[in-house]
């Protein structure tokens, strides 16, 4: 794809280099920026480096947040004693729409994948092991993908933290609600027998 | 989504008022910027208030270009006798690609379609009529989309060109090449048998 103007080649390089964007699409939203009006493609452009000149970690947890205490963190009437490990500030958001969680939580930034050279010191596993290391900490929960990386950091985090007295658990694994059993993986199904769990009325 | 930062929150919103960008895909795209640094986010930032300040259009053909006469009507070796008419820039990159035409261009800067409040008053169809009318143009080619809206500017186009002694014509429409026939739709079959070709070897 021969583009005609440098300028639109830059900015089709600068779209098309964030993950998952081909440099067809990435034409496709450029040509619509230049649709736009001088301040709209200000306020467009603004927006990022006011992003990255702004948003702050939150001290303890690592969220991002607009101060230096998050608003989970922050609030007083979230239970302190339950710690929720997540990978990033998506799982964050996703945890908290489902409006049934009422605990703090701690973001690792990532988890070990040696395949994309992610290692152990690369996480903010030091910080988690300081906190439940307080006295008020009394659970934590391991909420990470449930894949083979996910699996590798929820041992390793697990053999930190085993010393301490303190209950560790991870979210369950099994048949989404809603899917039919045929359809359902032989992993997720076989796992999902292993734990199986008291029928309640 | 409750995003705990007002300036995430606004960079999502920019992200995602880009066509076909929702704002769970715009927040993974800003959390991949955010890990970038300042002087890579001001690069990213710039592309585009220097696109739109410095990208001109082609005084001829409504082009994109860094001049003010783009470099395929200011290049001696194109034919300037035939003019192919186009929706946008995208459909220049995509005959360029075929490398099989030599003349030049016209972008009408849309199609006329009324759904979406575009009449011919909105395109760039006077200066196409100006073009036409001077005396080194033989031919025009119609390369709109083979869809209702490219069908109704075809004829409108016809209507304002056929008084001119110039031949018009417009792409062939037929069963992709490498295509099975049992796949082809209903209408490209039975157009592709009316204009069935003298068969060469």
């Known amino acids: 794809m021969k583009i005609p103007s440098k300028y639109i080649e830059n900015a089709v390089n600068q779209i098309s280099s964030l993950p998952g964007i081909g440099k067809r699409t ?24 006011l992003m990255k000149d702004n948003v702050k970690k939150c001290n303890t947890c690592g969220n991002v947040s607009d101060v230096h205490v998050c608003t989970i963190c922050s609030n007083t009437s979230r239970d302190k004693s339950i710690i929720c490990v997540v990978e990033d500030i998506r799982d964050i958001l996703a945890i908290e729409a489902t409006e049934s969680y009422k605990g703090i939580y701690h973001v690792l930034g990532g988890i070990i994948s040696p395949m994309d050279g992610i290692g152990p010191n690369d996480l903010n596993i030091s910080s988690l092991v300081d906190r439940a290391q307080q006295e008020s900490v009394k659970e934590i929960i391991f909420a990470l993908s449930a894949t083979m990386e996910g699996d590798t950091t929820n041992f390793f ?27 359902a993986d032989e992993i997720t199904l076989s796992r999902s027998l292993l734990n199986r769990q008291p029928f309640e009325v």
């Open 26 to 49: 990435a034409l496709r939203l450029v040509l619509q920026l230049m649709s736009r009006s001088r301040e709209e493609i200000e306020d467009f452009s603004n927006a990022f480096t």
């Open 157 to 183: 985090l697990y053999r930190k933290l085993r010393s301490l007295n303190i209950s560790i658990s991870s979210l369950s694994r099994g048949v989404s609600v809603g899917a039919e059993l045929q359809y």
